[in-house]
């Protein structure tokens, strides 16, 4: 028979904030009666580290497990984008 317990309430255990800078430069640029605009993202400029989710199971058969609060997702790695856009 397995039973599960909860050791920590819900709401009881919190983790650090998020802190994410999203970056974007654009330029635009008049030919003739269109308009080209160029654009560069930088997403997650300080290569944030933030835990959504982490493993909460204890362990089993009274063993305590080496997963426990290890994270499952995290927030994704600095990443660089390139675009441009035509208007005519």
């Known amino acids: 028979m397995t039973r599960l317990v909860n050791l920590i309430q819900t709401g009881q255990q919190y983790g650090k904030g998020m802190h994410q800078l999203d970056v974007r430069l654009a330029k635009r640029v008049r030919m003739g009666s269109s308009r ?3 654009m ?13 989710s982490q493993n909460g199971t204890l362990g089993t058969n009274y063993t305590v497990s080496a ?11 600095r990443m660089f984008k390139v675009g441009a856009q035509l208007e005519f």
Do not use: G, I, M, Q
């Open 36 to 38: 080209l605009t160029v």
């Open 40 to 52: 560069a993202d930088l997403y997650n400029a300080f290569n944030s580290d933030w835990v959504f």
């Open 67 to 77: 997963t426990w609060l290890r994270p499952t997702n995290v927030l994704s790695a």
